[in-house]
T-cell receptor
Framework: NAGVTQTPKFQVLKTGQSMTLQCAQD?????MYWYRQDPGMGLRLIYY???????DKGEVPNGYNVSRLNKREFSLRLESAAPSQTSVYFC???????????FGQGTRLTVV | QKEVEQNSGPLSVPEGAIASLNCTYS??????FFWYRQYSGKSPELIMS????GDKEDGRFTAQLNKASQYVSLLIRDSQPSDSATYLC????????????FGGGTRLMVKP
């Protein structure tokens, strides 16, 4: 039982490059989330999708876009990477937005 | 603004001692409370949930909830070096449509 799977696990980008982080869950959850985690900053919500077909901004959405491709998959896109986007990115999912979330293993992104 | 506050630590306890981790929250009508454990370089892992006032025990872990005082705590009995991690408190506010809100986490160090 894989749970929440993120790809890639590690990525190095040059400033201005674009990339998409992929996330898939096999728990039949309705809601999915993208967080970033920086030292001393805790988890910060970038975007979330309460249900298939909807997406909403979180606390730190600037510089990111998301797509809820279907019920299982939720991708995060960086159109023009900046060094300030160097972080660890976590995807998570939950049955609903008012229930506990389960996390993927994370993507460590470095923008140089 | 709904907030969840934790002391960032580190909290250092000797092996075999009881570790006590505390969390306060600002939204009086919050109904669901969770503790996540995050090892260094890993993703948050749900370890405890509590919904009613009082204590909830699971092995060496006890979650305590006091809604009147708006705090939730996690006790770890017989602490082991393998318990060394950051512990994240998470709360779901009571308003409809609200989502999991994380504290900044407390780093626990269990010394052999």
């Amino acid at each position: 039982n894989a749970g929440v799977t993120q790809t890639p696990k590690f990525q190095v980008l040059k400033t201005g490059q674009s990339m998409t982080l992929q996330c898939a869950q096999d728990m039949n959850h309705n809601s999915m989330y993208w967080y970033r985690q920086d030292p001393g900053m805790g988890l910060r919500l970038i975007y979330y999708s309460a249900s298939e077909g909807t997406t909403d901004k979180g606390e730190v959405p600037n510089g990111y876009n998301v797509s809820r491709l279907n019920k299982r998959e939720f991708s995060l896109r960086l159109e023009s990477a900046a060094p300030s986007q160097t972080s660890v990115y976590f995807c998570a999912s939950s049955v609903r937005t008012d229930t506990e979330a389960f996390f993927g293993q994370g993507t460590r992104l470095t923008v140089v | 603004q709904k907030e969840v506050e934790q002391n960032s630590g580190p909290l250092s306890v000797p092996e075999g001692a009881i570790a006590s981790l505390n969390c306060t929250y600002s939204d009086r009508v919050s109904q669901s409370f969770f503790w996540y454990r995050q090892y260094s370089g890993k993703s948050p892992e749900l370890i405890m949930s509590i919904y009613s006032n009082g204590d909830k025990e699971d092995g060496r872990f006890t979650a305590q909830l006091n809604k009147a005082s708006q705090y939730v705590s996690l006790l770890i009995r017989d602490s082991q070096p393998s318990d060394s991690a950051t512990y994240l408190c998470a709360v779901i506010p009571g308003d409809a449509g609200n989502m999991l809100t994380f504290g900044g986490g407390t780093r626990l160090m269990v010394k052999p």
